[in-house]
């Protein structure tokens, strides 16, 4: 019976500053950090032995596995980095502060922009280049929809997850918010009109137990 275990990364500077960030590599606060570590802790408890661990190209979310798989003694697992696992991208919102926003737009637009699955909010007028992203042939999008983080993420589930699962390998995801909330949905066949109320807790993993055919067994949040 395979186990997948996802988590968001600890808390960001970002998150504490109430920001868009999206593709923006932001570091971890103090507070993030300990997150990351109190996280490592509880799945210790559970003495689950991991094949894999995938997480995104952003440093949020690698220093959090890093934090994690030291904590859990299992930092010899292979480790696999996809940009397919990155943040939603927030398009011309990134950078900007939530609360300011919705003094602009009011409430109800940016509940829309933040957590409708298929509306796409404002779009960059200019894409950005990464090095990072061009050596793999990654264009870097304009902006995205959770439905458009969701088409680029669901690939890299049926490649490199799910055969492990299938095969009876334990799987741990480290990422980020919006993207867990598209895991979620395709996994627990969600519907457009409750993906809203989803949430994506930092540093507060969820287990999955599946049987043999990925079918969801269990879902619990770990304590």
Known sequence: MPTLVIMRHG?????RDNIFTGWSDVPLTDKGVRQAHSAGKVIAKSQIQFDDVHTSFLKRAIITTNIVLDEIGQNFIPEHKSWRLNERHYGGLRGKNKLKVKERVGAKQLKIWRRSFTVVPPLLTKRDEDPRYERYGVQIPLGESLEMAQQRLIPYWVDQIAPNLL??????????????????????????????????????????????QLNIISKSFME
Do not use: C, M, W
Not at 11 to 15: D, F, R
Not at 173 to 192: M, P
């Open 11 to 15: 808390e960001s500077q970002a998150n």
């Open 167 to 212: 095969d009876n390998k334990n799987q741990l995801i480290v990422a980020h918010g919006s993207t867990l909330r598209a895991l979620i949905k395709f996994l627990e066949n969600i519907s457009d009109e409750e993906i809203p109320n989803v949430e994506v807790p930092n540093g507060k993993p969820i287990r999955y137990d599946f049987d043999e």
